[in-house]
């Protein structure tokens, strides 16, 4: 059983960056996929990014990329979102998510999640 743990939301004005963090324990953190998803109020849960377990694939959705950056430490079990430039849209929970084997963006290829951080970007 894998237990993932975010960190790192909070308030932040339009134009402003955040790094979250998602630590892992309980499991074999080199063989999970780690994915980065959100969920606007009123909105569906919705994809953000992944990362394969070497990092040699990084995956975005559109209204992420060229903004948002994953990344992992597998020394550290810890997963990190990058986020530059936020918009008011970004506004969402954003959860940390674990699959084994490949790459997905669905979140119900995934097998474990976190509690979620909140975001807040203001305009």
């Known amino acids: 059983q894998v237990q993932l743990v975010e960190s790192g939301g909070g308030l932040v004005q339009a134009g402003g960056s955040l790094r979250l963090s998602c630590a892992a324990s309980g499991g074999t953190f080199i063989s999970y996929t780690m994915g980065w998803f959100r969920q606007a109020p009123g909105k569906e849960r919705e994809f953000v990014a992944a990362s394969t377990w070497n990092a040699d694939r990084l995956f975005y959705a559109s209204s992420v990329k060229g903004r948002f950056t994953i990344s992992r430490d597998n020394a550290k079990s810890t997963v990190y979102l990058q986020m530059n430039t936020l918009k008011p849209e970004d506004t969402a929970i954003y959860y940390c998510?674990?699959?084994?084997?490949?790459?997905?963006?669905?979140?119900?290829?995934?097998?474990?999640w976190g509690q979620g951080t909140q975001v807040t970007v203001s305009s």
């Open positions: 998510a674990a699959k084994s084997g490949n790459y997905g963006q669905y979140d119900d290829q995934y097998n474990y």
